[in-house]
């Protein structure tokens, strides 16, 4: 088995099947071309490591480089893993251990310590990675709402209004300013949630002292990131979200108290500690812990 960077890999387009399966991703190296260059926890990467068997691509393995922030108010580079799959051609034959290990050296090499990684209980993969020495770190409460309306909300015309970033950001810093964890961000950043099709920028809703990132489908609303500096401007939203959602409003990553009163006290079906973990591998003597306290901020919009 070789194993190859991504920016290396000539049949890229195999990795079609790969991702189709494991992540219902569609997915077209082009267009990923636009995603590497609006991100900038891939620009700099070798974007991921792939293992070819007989010069067919069998499995893949996604490292970002993340900034984050720590205890110290410094800011700590870290390794991301992301789009790990294997063929089923080729299962239990140590692909994955081989391409992760391949993919902490590379952290390693850039004096990294720690490697970061979203997956969730109910995958294989989780024990996989306990015995790789990760651990879970983080595991976030989701919200969900069933609207029940048989009839649909009115019919808005969502103006193709360009979205105010320096606004967004400047009301993020603030309310995060005494965070630690995926809260080191640019203005860039929303533009590459717009690239990644990880928003839909017509859907945004921002006030004075809020605002909320969406992504919709079918009816289904799900909220990437609601923050409000004030628990009114939360109820505010999460209000005008219901209004425009017909079937559903589900928020993956609940991390602001005053979002959580506000979707318990209407009625959300709350998970705590659900399905989604953050799990982290220490690659130098320093705990997550002690370099990041016991919070770790981190909302949708930073899933990898
Ligand atoms: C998770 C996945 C990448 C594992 O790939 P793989 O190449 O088969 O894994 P490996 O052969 O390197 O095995 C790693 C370890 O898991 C064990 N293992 C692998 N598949 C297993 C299975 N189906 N049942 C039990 N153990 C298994 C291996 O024995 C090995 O353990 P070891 O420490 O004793 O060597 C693969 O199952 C997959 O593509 N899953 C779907 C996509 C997915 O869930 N990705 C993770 C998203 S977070």
Not at 31 to 51: K, N
Not at 146 to 170: A, H
Not at 223 to 235: F, M, P, R, Y
Request: aromatic content about 12%.
């Amino acid at each position: 088995m070789e194993i190859t960077t991504y920016r290396d890999l000539q049949s890229k387009d195999e990795l079609l099947p790969l991702f189709q399966h494991a992540f219902w991703w569609s997915f077209n190296p082009s267009e990923f071309d636009e995603t590497i260059h609006a991100d900038p926890r891939l620009r700099s990467s070798p974007v991921g490591f792939a293992a070819l068997s007989c010069n067919r691509v069998v499995g893949f393995v996604g490292v970002m480089d993340i900034e984050t922030r720590t205890l110290q108010r410094s800011v700590e580079a870290v390794g991301g893993v992301w789009g790990v799959v294997t063929s089923p051609t080729h299962a239990r034959k140590g692909v994955f251990k081989a391409l992760m290990m391949r993919s902490h050296d590379y952290f390693e090499e850039q004096g990294y310590k720690f490697s970061l990684l979203y997956t969730s209980k109910i995958l294989i993969a989780h024990a996989f990675y306990k015995r790789l020495g990760y651990r879970d770190v983080a595991a976030h409460s989701s919200a969900y709402k069933l609207m029940g309306g048989t009839t649909k909300p009115p019919q808005r015309i969502e103006k193709k209004e360009k979205v105010d970033w320096s606004r967004i950001q400047r009301i993020y810093n603030q309310a995060t300013e005494n965070c630690t964890g995926f809260v080191v961000r640019d203005r860039e950043y929303g533009k590459m949630l717009e690239t990644r099709k990880r928003i839909q920028p017509e859907k945004t809703i921002v006030t004075d002292k809020g605002y909320v990132l969406l992504k919709a489908s079918e009816g289904v609303t799900f909220v990437q990131e609601l923050i409000a500096l004030t628990k009114k401007d939360v109820g505010n939203l999460v209000t005008r979200v219901e209004e425009r959602t017909e079937k559903a409003v589900i928020d993956q990553k609940v991390q602001d108290k005053n979002a959580m009163d506000t979707y318990q006290s209407r009625g959300y079906i709350i998970l705590k500690k659900g399905y989604d973990l953050l799990m982290s591998k220490q690659l130098t003597t320093a705990t997550f812990r002690e370099t990041y306290g016991p919070q770790f901020y981190a909302t949708s919009a930073d899933f990898f």
